[in-house]
């Protein structure tokens, strides 16, 4: 669980492994879990 190196791959450089999760963090992180 590293969310700073997700935002950072998808800020740098988007993996297409990665892309979804990166932007699933960056939404995490501007709108967080609501239950």
């Known amino acids: 669980m590293r969310g700073e190196e997700k935002l950072t791959v ?3 450089e988007t993996r297409e ?3 979804d999760l990166s932007i699933e963090a ?3 992180s501007i709108k967080p879990e609501e239950g």
């Open 10 to 12: 998808y800020g740098a």
């Open 17 to 19: 492994e990665d892309s």
């Open 26 to 28: 960056l939404i995490k």
